[in-house]
């Protein structure tokens, strides 16, 4: 049997805890833990005994010395902090905060040079298999609309810079209208995964996106619409908030989980 591929883990909430108990509890075979990172050590420590995993933690810069794949888990603040010594290191980066990654975009290039692979799971989002083909041809349009609770829109950038109210709404409101690369921007926390869409298709520049805070829905709700030459589709998901954090959704770190388990499998379904 082959070695196991390491796992460093970059944050260890919502998401990365998750995933961490995956690997710990056997769901993921071929993988072992390596190492984690998160901002409070302590905290760290008791959640890794609480799911029965056993790592060093590491400063976040470190995880890519020791471990094989990095994903990274954490608040797009740090990214590139986790990303640059994984690229540099030429190690598979799985990064879940894709918005950040539209400002790091000379990464890409760098790994072209070391060997490094960045791996962009769909995470919050639906039809990013669909995208993709469509995209092999010509595709003409890609919009995203996101509805959320107007509370996980407040305190965005976008909404804070253009003094853009989302309190005691009694009907849903459309606070932004913009391309893809402008949403990760004024909202970092919120839209990953329009980013995630625009890299799958036809980039963040011609990747359209509305955002509205909508009171009478309680999941983040993503639709998107493709017209292509090969296909027309719409798909909506409607994700179930983590108990951890609100903003993210339950399918997220499942979809990290599956695009790890893709990695090793001898099998895989989609494209
Ligand atoms: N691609 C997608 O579809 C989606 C992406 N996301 C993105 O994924 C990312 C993670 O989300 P989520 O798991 O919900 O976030 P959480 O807030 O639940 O967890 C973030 C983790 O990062 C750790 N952290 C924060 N700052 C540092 C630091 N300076 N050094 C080391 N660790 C740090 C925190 O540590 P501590 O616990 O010690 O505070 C925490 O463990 C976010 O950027 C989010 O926007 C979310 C949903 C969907
Ligand atoms: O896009 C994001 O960053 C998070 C999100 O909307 C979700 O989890 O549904």
Known sequence: MSEKLKVGIGGLGAIGL???????DGT????TLGAVSARDAEKAKGNLAAIGAEAPIVPLESLAETCDIVVECAPASVFET???????TGRIFVPVSI?????????????????????LPTGALIGLDAVRAAAEGEIES???????????????????????????LNEAKKVFEGNAREAAKGFPANVNVAAALSLAGVGPERTSVEIWADPDVTRNTHTIRVEADSARFTMTIENIPTEENPKTGKITA?????????????LTAGT
Request: aromatic share 2%.
């Open 142 to 168: 890609v919009t995203l609309e996101t509805r959320k609770p107007p509370l996980g829109l407040a305190g965005a950038p976008y909404l804070v810079e253009n003094d853009i109210s989302v309190e005691r």
């Open 28 to 31: 993921l075979p071929d993988l």
């Open 99 to 119: 918005g950040a990654l539209l400002n790091h975009m000379d990464l890409v290039d760098r790994a072209k040079d070391t060997g490094a692979r960045l791996v």
């Open 18 to 24: 998750t995933l961490a108990r995956a690997i710990a």
């Open 82 to 88: 986790i990303a640059r010594p994984a690229i540099e």
């Open 254 to 266: 499942l979809s990290v989980i599956a695009t790890l388990r893709r990695l090793t499998a001898p």
